[in-house]
């Protein structure tokens, strides 16, 4: 029991100090200010099942340095904007959106 309140006494000191450590920039006389964030990701620059213009956009190489898995069966990966997507080589369609798949480097 005695644990527990020396605990609950320890957080309530740290509060205030974990408080101001969300405000990455703190300057005497301002105040932290949150930008809000979209709840639902916009729309994307292109939509699964577009043919893409040829040259339009550079294919993705070294995936397996972003943590994708090796192309293979006649896709590639192409950046467009600074989304990458999973695109027939042959067609140019638009196979699927693998940004959320991709590693950290990204």
Known sequence: MRDNLICAAVMVALLPTLASAQCRIAVAGTACVSVPQPSTP??????????LE???YSMLMNARYYGLPSVSD?????????????VDWRSHTV?????????RNW
């Open 42 to 51: 916009g729309p994307g620059p292109v939509e699964i099942g577009d043919i």
């Open 54 to 56: 040829r040259g339009a």
């Open 74 to 86: 006649g896709w590639v990966y192409m950046r467009i904007e600074d989304d990458i997507y999973r």
């Open 95 to 103: 196979l699927e959106n693998v940004t959320n798949q991709a590693s």
